[in-house]
């Protein structure tokens, strides 16, 4: 078909198109409705199914998930009710126990002595023993002293055994009491202190002198260029301060070997401290006497400072650590005659029996609270 010039000729009137025929545009509707029905068709297949996929993979494992949740529940309830059952089993036999205990006790209470004076004489024997373990073991006089007191307060001297024990205590405390015990605790705090201030003790400085060997007597008289360089050489010579050093004295010299020094005797009143806690005699001695020879080497020992801590030395290596103590071996001997074993309970043989058998019951020991 050929096409129709749309165009008019100059002064004739313009012609109209005639409209296209309805194959033409039938033909576009089915392109694009066959364009639109791929496109959904890519959708579906790109992006809708594996997004369903995807939620069906989600769904089915969220399934699996509730299933095994839901087996875990009626195991765990299974388990549950065991051990309800268990619990009522046990508070059932807990409550027999009770039972049988309380009857025990009312039993034991009727074969034994009074609980009031087995507490007593359990106290008196755990204190005795406490006061002696401190004296062997720590050297303890104020516990000791303490201990024994406290269990002489409780003895009832009415008793002979009881005023026996009461006597041989006394006799011990008066012991005690005429010890001249060293001050241990003072003094480790006295030379803590000590080692903090050892920078401030003055340090001792080598012998100095002025001038040199040779020097004129007198000045001279300038009377030429040579005089004048012989009397500036003097005065030079009056500025110079010649110093007589020695081993000890570079100590004094070197800043950092001086801080070296103070570190090891640092280290030294360290061991000097614990010797003292320990009540170690021979190691008291060596330490003092290293500090001494540090004291009187490195600083000047005519300071009142210096001079102090060379006496407070001397004191203590002469300070007597281990005096001689009491021995509580007879309070210890008379513990059995009150029925107190060594171990700090009243013996058993103490709590008389019931007619017609003996007692399976000893008394229980005291409650260590309760000693003092």
Same mark, same amino acid.
Do not use: Y
């Given at each position: 078909? +050929?096409? @129709?010039?749309?165009t008019p000729a100059p002064g004739k009137p313009p012609v109209l198109r005639k409209p296209r025929s309805g194959r033409a545009t039938g033909l576009i509707a089915l392109? &694009?409705?066959?364009?639109?029905?791929?496109? #959904?068709?890519?959708?579906?297949?790109?992006?809708?199914?594996?997004?369903?996929?995807?939620?069906?993979?989600?769904? #089915?494992?969220?399934?699996?998930?509730?299933?095994?949740?839901?087996?875990?529940?009626?195991?765990?309830?299974?388990?549950?009710?065991?051990?309800?059952?268990?619990?009522?089993?046990?508070?059932?036999?807990?409550?027999?126990?009770?039972?049988? /205990?309380?009857?025990?006790?009312?039993?034991?209470?009727?074969?034994?002595?009074?609980?009031?004076?087995?507490?007593?004489?359990?106290?008196?024997?755990?204190?005795?023993?406490?006061?002696?373990?401190?004296?062997?073991?720590?050297?303890?006089?104020?516990?000791?002293?303490?201990?024994?007191?406290?269990?002489?307060?409780?003895?009832?001297?009415?008793?002979?055994?009881? @005023? +026996? *024990?009461?006597?041989?205590?006394?006799?011990?405390? &008066?012991? *005690?009491?005429?010890?001249?015990?060293?001050? /241990?605790? +003072?003094?480790?705090?006295?030379?803590?202190?000590?080692?903090?201030?050892?920078?401030?003790?003055?340090?001792?400085?080598?012998?100095?002198?002025?001038?040199?060997?040779?020097?004129? $007597?007198?000045?001279?008289?300038?009377?030429?260029?040579?005089?004048?360089?012989?009397?500036?050489?003097?005065?030079?010579?009056?500025?110079?301060?010649?110093?007589?050093?020695?081993?000890?004295? @570079?100590?004094?010299?070197?800043?950092?070997?001086?801080?070296?020094?103070?570190?090891?005797?640092?280290?030294?009143?360290?061991?000097?401290?614990? $010797?003292? *806690?320990?009540?170690?005699? &021979?190691s008291v001695k060596v330490s003092t006497e290293v500090l001494s020879q540090s004291l009187t080497r490195d600083f000047a020992p005519e300071a009142p400072e210096v001079?102090? *801590?060379?006496?407070?030395?001397?004191?203590?290596?002469?300070?007597?650590?281990?005096p001689a103590l009491p021995s509580l071996a007879e309070c210890l001997a008379l513990l059995p005659t009150l029925g107190i074993e060594l171990g700090g309970s009243p +013996? =058993?043989?103490?709590?008389?029996?019931?007619?017609?058998?003996?007692?399976?019951?000893?008394?229980?020991? =005291?409650?260590?609270?309760?000693?003092?």
């Amino acid at each position: 078909m +050929a096409s @129709e010039s749309t165009t008019p000729a100059p002064g004739k009137p313009p012609v109209l198109r005639k409209p296209r025929s309805g194959r033409a545009t039938g033909l576009i509707a089915l392109a &694009v409705a066959l364009g639109t029905a791929g496109g #959904a068709g890519w959708w579906v297949l790109r992006i809708d199914r594996p997004a369903q996929q995807r939620v069906d993979e989600v769904l #089915a494992t969220n399934d699996r998930s509730f299933t095994s949740l839901v087996a875990d529940i009626h195991a765990q309830q299974k388990t549950l009710n065991e051990l309800s059952a268990r619990e009522d089993a046990a508070r059932s036999q807990l409550a027999g126990l009770e039972r049988e /205990l309380s009857r025990l006790a009312q039993e034991t209470a009727s074969r034994r002595a009074p609980e009031g004076a087995v507490l007593r004489l359990a106290r008196i024997g755990h204190l005795v023993q406490a006061a002696d373990l401190a004296l062997r073991l720590e050297q303890d006089l104020r516990l000791a002293r303490a201990a024994l007191k406290a269990a002489q307060a409780q003895l009832e001297v009415m008793r002979p055994a009881e @005023e +026996a *024990l009461h006597a041989a205590i006394g006799v011990v405390l &008066v012991a *005690l009491d005429g010890i001249n015990e060293p001050p /241990l605790d +003072a003094a480790n705090a006295e030379w803590a202190a000590v080692s903090l201030a050892l920078e401030r003790l003055p340090v001792k400085l080598a012998p100095t002198r002025t001038g040199t060997a040779g020097e004129p $007597a007198g000045r001279q008289p300038v009377d030429s260029w040579r005089g004048v360089l012989q009397a500036m050489w003097q005065d030079l010579l009056g500025l110079v301060e010649i110093r007589e050093l020695s081993t000890a004295d @570079e100590a004094f010299i070197d800043p950092a070997r001086h801080a070296l020094n103070l570190s090891a005797m640092r280290q030294e009143i360290a061991l000097l401290r614990s $010797a003292l *806690l320990r009540r170690d005699a &021979v190691s008291v001695k060596v330490s003092t006497e290293v500090l001494s020879q540090s004291l009187t080497r490195d600083f000047a020992p005519e300071a009142p400072e210096v001079a102090a *801590l060379l006496k407070k030395l001397e004191a203590l290596r002469d300070m007597n650590l281990n005096p001689a103590l009491p021995s509580l071996a007879e309070c210890l001997a008379l513990l059995p005659t009150l029925g107190i074993e060594l171990g700090g309970s009243p +013996a =058993a043989s103490a709590a008389p029996a019931p007619s017609g058998g003996t007692s399976d019951f000893a008394p229980p020991p =005291a409650d260590p609270r309760d000693i003092m």
